[in-house]
């Protein structure tokens, strides 16, 4: 049982690429959630996904764009990243029916 | 602007002294309050959390305190050692879809 997996650990783009994190949960999640993680901002809310086929914008969707490509997979797409784009991203799974969510390790992303 | 805001930044304790970390939000709409253990290089993982139909909620060395009507809680870890060293975040989440809410953040360090 591996919990939250994210991919890459890290990666390097310059400006203008795009690339697509991919979280998979083997918990058998309803929802799923996309965060990113900069230095004195907490974690803030990018998207989620309360259940399969469903997604919504949270607090800075702006940039992103969300799969819920499966119950288990939530990808995040960066289409022309930007330097501002530059976090560590957190994706994140609950049951759906309580608020605990479970989060994977992270993907540290550097946008030159 | 963020809706739950953290206090302090930074917090260094002697071992076996009280940690507190202080945290206040403004949407009364919020209904579950968790905080969340992040060591450097892993994701934040769920320490305990409480509904504000309760005032305390203790388990082990950690225990939280809510006050509904300052909107105002704070988490106490008794007992404080060195493996306690981690940054700390509050949030608060709401239904139905229990998008979360996170505070900047408390890094705290617990010298031997």
């Known amino acids: 049982n591996a919990g939250v997996t994210q991919t890459p650990k890290f990666q390097v783009l310059k400006t203008g690429q795009s690339m697509t994190l991919q979280c998979a949960q083997d918990?058998?999640?309803?929802?799923m959630y996309w965060y990113r993680q900069d230095p004195g901002m907490g974690l803030r809310l990018i998207y989620y996904?309360?259940?399969?086929?469903?997604?919504d914008k949270g607090e800075v969707p702006n940039g992103y764009n969300v799969s819920r490509l499966n119950k288990r997979e939530f990808s995040l797409r960066l289409e022309s990243a930007a330097p501002s784009q530059t976090s560590v991203y957190f994706c994140?799974?609950?049951?759906?029916?309580?608020?605990?969510?479970?989060f994977g390790p992270g993907t540290r992303l550097t946008v030159l | 602007q963020q809706q739950v805001k953290q206090s302090p930044q930074s917090l260094i304790v002697q071992k076996g002294g009280i940690s507190i970390i202080n945290c206040a939000y403004e949407?009364?709409?919020?209904?579950?309050f968790p905080w969340y253990q992040q060591f450097p290089g892993k994701g934040p993982a769920l320490l305990i959390a409480?509904?504000?139909?309760?005032s305390e909620k203790k388990e082990g060395r950690f225990t939280i305190s809510f006050n509904k009507s300052a909107k105002q809680f704070s988490l106490h870890i008794m007992d404080s050692q060195p493996g306690d060293s981690a940054t700390y975040f509050c949030?608060?989440?709401?239904?139905?879809?229990?998008?979360?809410?996170f505070g900047a953040g408390t890094r705290l360090t617990v010298k031997p």
């Open positions: 994140a799974s609950s049951d759906g029916t309580g608020p605990t969510q479970y």
């Open positions: 918990m058998n999640h309803n929802s």
């Open positions: 996904s309360a259940s399969e086929g469903t997604t």
């Open positions: 949407n009364t709409a919020f209904d579950y």
């Open positions: 409480i509904r504000p139909d309760v």
């Open positions: 949030a608060a989440s709401r239904r139905p879809n229990n998008d979360m809410r």
